[in-house]
Each structure stands twice: as C-alpha cells, then as structure tokens.
C-alpha cells in the first residue's frame, strides 16, 4: 500500500496558488508517486474529492491504472445536499454564526453550513474544521476521529484552503467522457447518511461506469464506509 501527502497538507508543501490545487496538478502528483515507487499497475483508492483524479487516471492512464475505489465521491454529476445549499455561500460575506458544538460532544445545526465560507475559513478556521469533521465522522462514538480529523486540519491553514477552492474541477460532462472510457473494474462505496456528497452521486457514476455499488445503510462519509465495507467483503 502506498499513500501520499497532497499539497497543503501532511509534510507536502502549502502552496497558494490555486494552481497547485487544480486537477491537472493533483493527476501530475499521482502520477510523478507512481513513477516513484515503480512497479505494476495499481488499484487506486479515492475518498471525496479525490474521485476526480481518480477516474482521470483510470480514463487516460489505464496501463496505470488495474482498478478503483471511490468511496464518497465527491463530484459534479450531481448537486449537493439540499441542506447545505439553502445555508452556505462560498463567496458571500462571512457568516454570524454561533461557535460548533462538536468540540462539546454536541452535534451541529444545519445552518451552521454557513461555515462554508472563504472568509470564515480565512477568519475563523479551527472553528471550520470542529465543524466540518463533525459532518464527517457523523455516526456515533466518532469522538476519537473527530479529534484526530482536527488535529491533522489543523497541520494546514485556512489560505491553503480558499486557495485550494479556487483549484479547477471537472464538469459534469467532463466526469462522464472520462466513465465511459474506463475499462478496469470500479467500486463505489457510500453510506446514505453521508453529510458531505449525497449517494446520489455515487449512483450516477455506477451507471456511467458499469461499476458496483455498495450502500452502507446509516453510514457517514468517512468513517464506516471503509470499515464497514473492509469487515464484511
């Protein structure tokens, strides 16, 4: 198994420029690990936003690619919860909104998707992050990784990620010209209580792929679809 640190986080750089965080970069960096550690074709692993790079590895880099696993894709074949829309505004003026619940072991109202914010993130970032991580590991007794969630978000900075949402992204036709030139097996996994990127999307690229779905009922984005799915198959 081998796993890599992108820009902005881990022991990578933190570039601002929102080009380091654009696809063609985030492909190149996948592809520069590869060349690295040598070897035969692998199975990619994508969680979230990272389903991007992945099918457009598996789409024009299939000698690279043998499989795929997505497991909470987070992609533009499909819009985002109704919820979160109705509260965030990337580009609007920074929210007044009360401080996130979760560092008391409480959980968030949904207006507090107003977070989703450059200018909050650039204001009041570590207040984002409680907040996001709660959306994440959703389900019960996720204290410990909620709290391990915040202390690698807090490795990076609220800058590195405004740039980070100015990075380019595939549309969604762009999403369903690279699916239907994947030829290698896909697997998508996707809890249907998953806050971040609604099963929908997952749905809609099984189709577009031919691949198989697996739902996990009750499950968040990224806590039990992996380990559920890893204790069961």
Not at 96 to 107: A, C, G, I, W, Y
Request: charge should be negative.
């Amino acid at each position: 198994m081998v796993t890599y640190d992108g820009p902005g986080n881990g022991r990578s750089d933190r570039p601002l420029e929102p080009s380091a965080y654009g696809q063609e970069a985030q492909v190149a960096y996948a592809l520069k690990v590869l060349d690295a550690v040598g070897g035969g074709p692998v199975v990619q692993v994508a969680l979230s936003k990272a389903a991007n790079w992945a099918l457009d590895l598996a789409a024009h880099h299939a000698e690279r690619v043998r499989g795929t696993v997505l497991i909470g894709p987070t992609v533009a074949v499909a819009d985002t919860d109704a919820v979160r829309l109705a509260h965030s505004a990337l580009d609007g003026p920074r929210p007044d909104v009360e401080p996130s619940r979760v560092p008391l072991v409480e959980k968030d109202p949904p207006e507090q998707w107003a977070k989703y914010n450059r200018a909050y993130w650039r204001e009041d970032y570590d207040d984002f992050v409680w907040f996001f991580l709660g959306q994440c590991f959703s389900e019960r007794h996720s204290t410990k990784q909620i709290e391990d969630g915040v202390r690698w978000g807090r490795e990076t900075t609220g800058a590195v990620l405004v740039a980070d949402s100015h990075g380019s992204r595939p549309d969604a036709d762009t999403l369903a010209a690279w699916c239907a030139r994947v030829t290698q097996p896909v697997l998508l996994i996707h809890g249907d209580k998953d806050r971040i990127s609604p099963v929908r999307r997952s749905e809609l690229l099984a189709d577009l792929t031919g691949g198989e779905l697996v739902t996990l009922e009750g499950a968040g984005t990224s806590r039990s679809p992996a380990i559920r799915y890893a204790s069961t198959s």
